[in-house]
């Protein structure tokens, strides 16, 4: 087994942690950078350095500063496992690459495991072919996979960003959606939107911008659009053969030989809940996210754990984007120099705190993060989901002092 000790690790090689490692290493630190994919990027940049200087140029960059970065140890391919912490001690990552175990000791930790797609549950959604709009755009930028057209092609249930990307490199890819159903999204106040409009223009107005560049390019390719779309079941035997829906026109059915979903994207908490970390409902985006401080740190049972602590970034905290995640105000220099446990070789100025979930400027403008299902599935007339109507905060912390894995999953 392999052992190692140093300053700070990181678990997740996405923006937001190729961003902590960075700083923190720059500041002095030595760091250990943990991420399942076989290289760095996330979900966001997954596969950016195979296609050349083409891409996402800042991703690129932050890309190349974590490998050329003294102080970085960059362990791609790599399972943590277990996360353990002892007293006033930092944390103990255990990990497994193709070489086999290891064992890691550092100051801090930052979890930097990104976001994960909302479950979408709805009649017929476990047959095979029933899949996200996420794993689709995965399977393209890793593996060049594109849908096929036969026996009905793909048909896209959703709304949000995501979908409109997913259909922009698609055909750049040289794929082509069946049609895509819009899910009903609440009532619009056409005097809301506009008043909100200018603050959404001066505040992001590249993201706005990109945002009617997308709905553009999807009605130039004529993709047939499904609005208002309140009942989606998929239909088939072993496998899904049709979508049956409710539009603004009555009731339909479409032949498919996949189906993609997507309801927007949540914070992936499954590393902060087998640490135990305290968490919260915000009822704005329907889902648990940890309790942090201003500048990212999160606790147990409201106490700070050993070491330098615990600190959550990008996604994993709220959700943000590639550019929350990566910017200087997402990351001040004094968060990672705080995480490591405080590094004496170099000082750094603090910049302004981190804002854990803040949305951007545009997203008013935007469709609401309200997620579908809350309106579509038959439930209680209470905005709380009934499995967590007792739940605005997590439950009191086991007195037992370990902790189990933290898997270094999904990044954002």
């Given at each position: 087994?392999?052992?190692?000790?140093?300053?700070?690790?990181?678990?997740?090689?996405?923006?937001?942690?190729?961003?902590?490692?960075?700083?923190?290493?720059?500041?002095?630190?030595?760091?250990?950078?943990?991420?399942?994919?076989?290289?760095?990027?996330?979900?966001?940049?997954?596969?950016?350095?195979?296609?050349?200087?083409?891409?996402?140029?800042?991703?690129?960059?932050?890309?190349?500063?974590?490998?050329?970065?003294?102080?970085?140890?960059?362990?791609?391919?790599?399972?943590?496992?277990?996360?353990?912490?002892?007293?006033?001690?930092?944390?103990?990552?255990?990990?497994?690459?193709?070489?086999?175990?290891?064992?890691?000791?550092?100051?801090?930790?930052?979890?930097?495991?990104?976001?994960?797609?909302?479950?979408?549950?709805?009649?017929?959604?476990?047959?095979?072919?029933?899949?996200?709009?996420?794993?689709?755009?995965a399977a393209l930028?890793?593996?060049?996979?594109?849908?096929?057209?036969?026996?009905?092609?793909?048909?896209?249930?959703?709304?949000?960003?995501?979908?409109?990307?997913?259909?922009?490199?698609?055909?750049?890819?040289?794929?082509?959606?069946?049609?895509?159903?819009?899910?009903?999204?609440?009532?619009?106040?056409?005097?809301?939107?506009?008043?909100?409009?200018?603050?959404?223009?001066?505040?992001?107005?590249?993201?706005?911008?990109?945002?009617?560049?997308?709905?553009?390019?999807?009605?130039?390719?004529?993709?047939?659009?499904?609005?208002?779309?309140?009942?989606?079941?998929?239909?088939?035997?072993?496998?899904?053969?049709?979508?049956?829906?409710?539009?603004?026109?009555?009731?339909?059915?479409?032949?498919?030989?996949?189906?993609?979903?997507?309801?927007?994207?949540?914070?992936?908490?499954?590393?902060?809940?087998?640490?135990?970390?305290?968490?919260?409902?915000r009822d704005e985006?329907?889902?648990?996210?940890?309790?942090?401080?201003?500048?990212?740190?999160?606790?147990?049972?409201?106490?700070?754990?050993?070491?330098?602590?615990?600190?959550?970034?990008?996604?994993?905290?709220?959700?943000?984007?590639?550019?929350?995640?990566?910017?200087?105000?997402?990351?001040?220099?004094?968060?990672?120099?705080?995480?490591?446990?405080?590094?004496?070789?170099?000082?750094?100025?603090?910049?302004?705190?981190?804002r854990c979930g803040?949305?951007?400027?545009?997203?008013?403008?935007?469709?609401?993060?309200?997620?579908?299902?809350?309106?579509?599935?038959?439930?209680?007339?209470?905005?709380?989901?009934?499995?967590?109507?007792?739940?605005?905060?997590?439950?009191?912390?086991?007195?037992?002092?370990?902790?189990?894995?933290?898997?270094?999953?999904?990044?954002?």
């Open positions: 087994m392999a052992d190692e000790s140093v300053d700070l690790a990181v678990v997740g090689a996405g923006p937001a942690g190729l961003s902590a490692a960075v700083t923190a290493a720059e500041l002095g630190a030595s760091v250990a950078l943990f991420d399942e994919q076989p290289a760095p990027g996330g979900q966001v940049w997954r596969g950016l350095e195979r296609q050349g200087r083409g891409g996402d140029r800042a991703g690129h960059d932050l890309i190349a500063r974590a490998r050329t970065t003294a102080g970085i140890r960059l362990r791609p391919a790599t399972t943590v496992f277990h996360a353990a912490f002892e007293g006033a001690d930092g944390p103990t990552l255990s990990w497994m690459d193709s070489g086999g175990l290891g064992r890691t000791t550092a100051r801090g930790l930052v979890l930097a495991t990104g976001a994960m797609e909302r479950p979408v549950p709805f009649p017929g959604w476990t047959l095979p072919g029933v899949l996200g709009v996420g794993a689709l755009q930028k890793t593996g060049g996979l594109v849908p096929g057209s036969d026996g009905g092609g793909l048909v896209i249930a959703g709304r949000g960003p995501l979908v409109l990307l997913y259909l922009a490199q698609l055909a750049a890819a040289g794929g082509r959606a069946t049609a895509v159903l819009e899910l009903a999204g609440p009532e619009r106040n056409v005097g809301r939107l506009a008043s909100r409009l200018p603050g959404a223009l001066f505040g992001d107005p590249a993201t706005l911008g990109r945002g009617v560049w997308l709905l553009a390019a999807r009605a130039l390719r004529g993709v047939p659009v499904h609005r208002g779309v309140t009942t989606l079941r998929a239909e088939g035997d072993g496998r899904v053969e049709a979508v049956r829906f409710t539009d603004t026109g009555g009731e339909r059915v479409l032949p498919c030989r996949l189906l993609a979903v997507h309801d927007g994207v949540i914070p992936n908490t499954q590393a902060t809940r087998l640490l135990r970390l305290d968490h919260e409902w985006a329907a889902c648990f996210a940890p309790v942090t401080d201003d500048w990212g740190r999160a606790t147990r049972a409201g106490k700070a754990l050993g070491g330098a602590g615990v600190w959550v970034a990008g996604d994993g905290a709220g959700i943000e984007g590639a550019r929350g995640a990566g910017s200087p105000a997402g990351w001040p220099g004094s968060t990672p120099r705080a995480a490591s446990g405080g590094c004496r070789r170099r000082r750094s100025t603090p910049g302004p705190r981190r803040r949305a951007p400027a545009s997203r008013p403008c935007g469709a609401s993060s309200t997620p579908w299902t809350r309106r579509s599935i038959p439930g209680p007339a209470s905005p709380t989901p009934p499995w967590c109507a007792a739940a605005k905060r997590s439950p009191p912390a086991p007195s037992e002092p370990r902790s189990p894995a933290a898997p270094s999953g999904q990044t954002g």
